[in-house]
C-alpha cells in the first residue's frame, strides 16, 4: 500500500469529513450515556502540514491551502462549521503553530479525543506498521484509547457490540484497492448484525460515479436501516482534477442530521470550489 495521508492532510476532503465527524460527535454527545468510537483506518493521528510539499522523491503540491487554508481566516464561518475551525485551530497551536496559516492538523482520531467526555471510548485501527507505530506514540498512555495494529475491516466484527452498546463507526480507508468499496459495504453489513443501532460513516472518494452507485446498491442489499448520503464537489465532470469530490454516507443517522449538515455542505461547495460546476448534494437513500 504506497498511500501516504500526510501529503494530503487538511485538503477539501478532510474539511468535508471532519466537519461532518464533529457534528456526528455532537449529535451523540446529546445524551448522556457514553459511547464508542472506532475510527477503523486511522492513519498516524497528526499532520505537520509543512511535510506536504515534501514528496517521497519530488516535490508535492500541498493540498492544505485549497481545503483549511480557505477557512483559517474567514469571519463569517456558520456555527456548524466554527467549531471544527475552532478545534483546528486550538490543536495547531497546542503543537506550536504560530496561528497566522494552518501549520499542524488533526486527523480523526484527535478530533473525536478534542471532543470525547470522559464517559466516552475510543478505539483507533491502522493497519501499516509505520503509521500505527505514531498512532501509539500520540495515544498509547491515553487510558480512554486504545491503538489496534490491525486490518480496520476485520473491526467492526471484532469489536461489536461494545459494552456501552452505542458506537460511532468512521470507516474511511485509501482506496487503492479496486475491492475498497466491496469491503466497505462487507465490514457495514458485519457492524450492523452485531449492533443494528450503531451510526456507520463511510467515506469514499468520487473519481467514478458508476463504483459509487455499485457500493450504494451493495449497501441497499443489506436491506439497511435510514441512511444519508453526502457529498461534495469542488469542480464539475469537465475539470482534469482526479477526484472531484467525495462524500460520506452514513446508516442509522442521528435524528434530523441532515437539517444542519446540509446546508453546511452547500456553504462549503462555494468557499473550496477549484473549477465551475462543483456543488453539493443531501439525500435519503433509505428514508427514515
Given at each position: 500500500?504506497n498511500y501516504?495521508?500526510?501529503f494530503h492532510?487538511?485538503?477539501?476532503a478532510d ?8 457534528q ?12 464508542l ?15 506536504a510539499?515534501?514528496?517521497?522523491t519530488?516535490a ?8 483549511i487554508?480557505r ?9 456548524s462549521?466554527a ?6 485551530k486550538?490543536?495547531d497551536?497546542?503543537?506550536?503553530g504560530t496561528?497566522?496559516?494552518?501549520r499542524?492538523?488533526?486527523g480523526?482520531p484527535?478530533?473525536?479525543r478534542?471532543l470525547a467526555?470522559p ?8 493497519k ?5 507505530e ?9 487510558a ?7 486490518d480496520g475491516?476485520?473491526?467492526?466484527r ?5 459494552p456501552e452498546?452505542r458506537?460511532l463507526v468512521?470507516?474511511?480507508?485509501p ?6 468499496f466491496a ?9 450492523l448484525?452485531?449492533?443494528p ?9 468520487l473519481t ?5 452507485d455499485a457500493?450504494?446498491?451493495?449497501l ?11 457529498e461534495l464537489?469542488v469542480?464539475?465532470?469537465?475539470s482534469e482534477?482526479?477526484m472531484?469530490?467525495c462524500?460520506l454516507?452514513i446508516?442509522?443517522?442521528?435524528w434530523?442530521?441532515?437539517r444542519?449538515a ?11 470550489a ?15
Amino acid at each position: 500500500m504506497n498511500y501516504r495521508h500526510r501529503f494530503h492532510a487538511g485538503n477539501f476532503a478532510d474539511v468535508m469529513k471532519h466537519a461532518l465527524l464533529v457534528q456526528l460527535l455532537r449529535a451523540l454527545q446529546k445524551k448522556e450515556k457514553g459511547f464508542l468510537y472506532l475510527d477503523t483506518h486511522a492513519g498516524r493521528g497528526s499532520y505537520d502540514l509543512s511535510a506536504a510539499a515534501q514528496g517521497d522523491t519530488l516535490a508535492r503540491t500541498p493540498e492544505h491551502p485549497a481545503g483549511i487554508g480557505r477557512l483559517w481566516s474567514r469571519a463569517d464561518l456558520p456555527a456548524s462549521l466554527a467549531e471544527y475551525v475552532g478545534l483546528v485551530k486550538k490543536f495547531d497551536q497546542a503543537r506550536g503553530g504560530t496561528g497566522e496559516a494552518a501549520r499542524y492538523y488533526p486527523g480523526s482520531p484527535w478530533i473525536a479525543r478534542l471532543l470525547a467526555r470522559p464517559l466516552d471510548r475510543l478505539v483507533l485501527g491502522e493497519k501499516q506498521p509505520e503509521e500505527a507505530e505514531l498512532l501509539d506514540i500520540e495515544f498509547g498512555r491515553e487510558a480512554r484509547v486504545q491503538v489496534r495494529a490491525m486490518d480496520g475491516y476485520g473491526a467492526p466484527r471484532a469489536l461489536l457490540p461494545p459494552p456501552e452498546r452505542r458506537a460511532l463507526v468512521l470507516i474511511d480507508p485509501p482506496f487503492e484497492a479496486q475491492d475498497e468499496f466491496a469491503r466497505c459495504a462487507t465490514a457495514v453489513g458485519e457492524g450492523l448484525k452485531r449492533l443494528p443501532g450503531g451510526v456507520f460513516a463511510v467515506w469514499y472518494p468520487l473519481t467514478e460515479r458508476a463504483r459509487v452507485d455499485a457500493f450504494f446498491a451493495e449497501l441497499l442489499a443489506l436491506k439497511p436501516p435510514p441512511t444519508l448520503e453526502l457529498e461534495l464537489t469542488v469542480a464539475g465532470e469537465q475539470s482534469e482534477l482526479k477526484m472531484k469530490g467525495c462524500g460520506l454516507v452514513i446508516l442509522n443517522p442521528p435524528w434530523q442530521f441532515e437539517r444542519e449538515a446540509g446546508p453546511m455542505l452547500h456553504w462549503l461547495a462555494e468557499a473550496l470550489a477549484q473549477a465551475p460546476g462543483g456543488g453539493a448534494r443531501c439525500r435519503w437513500l433509505v428514508p427514515e
